[in-house]
């Protein structure tokens, strides 16, 4: 079982640390009336955002950056009442990867076409799932080893 400690010493052979400060994230929380699951906030230390295994996340640090999980996740609120406990982490073409933050957190990646579904888990095409946010961020840095050694 991998760490955040050795998932960290991963993530920095590949690129710099690039935290987040814990006042942005607790505005992060403000913003968005929600709690951030602490797997989220002990890698935000390390990592903030950015294209990582292919896929480009949302910047977490969202005063002047754009596009950022706050601006994205409050306009998806408005546009397709996505529930209030999604985080929208990244919008891959044809879909979208969101973070539940309460209760049991889990990553899910479904297509576009399921986005309105989100609430209900009752979706058409079957959508990835991690179990937490750190199983789905060692994917990303697993998915970018493996792209540097090719």
Same mark, same amino acid.
């Given at each position: 079982m991998t760490s955040v400690e050795e998932i960290r010493e991963r993530y920095i052979q590949l690129y710099p640390e690039d935290g987040v400060d814990e006042d942005? $994230?607790? =505005?992060? +929380? =403000?913003?968005? @009336? $929600?709690k951030l699951p602490s797997d989220f906030l002990d890698i935000a230390k390390f990592y903030s955002g950015g294209l990582l295994g292919g896929i480009s996340c949302f910047a977490f640090a969202y005063k002047d950056i754009m596009p950022n999980i706050v601006d994205e996740t409050l306009r998806l609120r408005n546009a397709i009442k996505l529930p209030t406990n999604f985080v929208v982490l990244a919008e891959p073409p044809n879909s979208i990867i969101v973070m539940n933050t309460e209760n049991n957190t889990y990553v899910i990646w479904c297509d576009a076409t399921d986005v309105e579904r989100i609430g209900t888990m009752s979706f058409i095409s079957k959508p990835d799932i991690w179990k *937490? #946010? &750190?199983? #789905? &961020? *060692? =994917? $990303?840095?697993?998915? +970018?080893? @493996?792209? @540097? $050694?090719e």
């Open positions: 942005v $994230l607790r =505005k992060i +929380e =403000k913003n968005l @009336q $929600l *937490t #946010f &750190f199983d #789905f &961020f *060692t =994917k $990303l840095v697993e998915d +970018e080893e @493996q792209e @540097q $050694l």
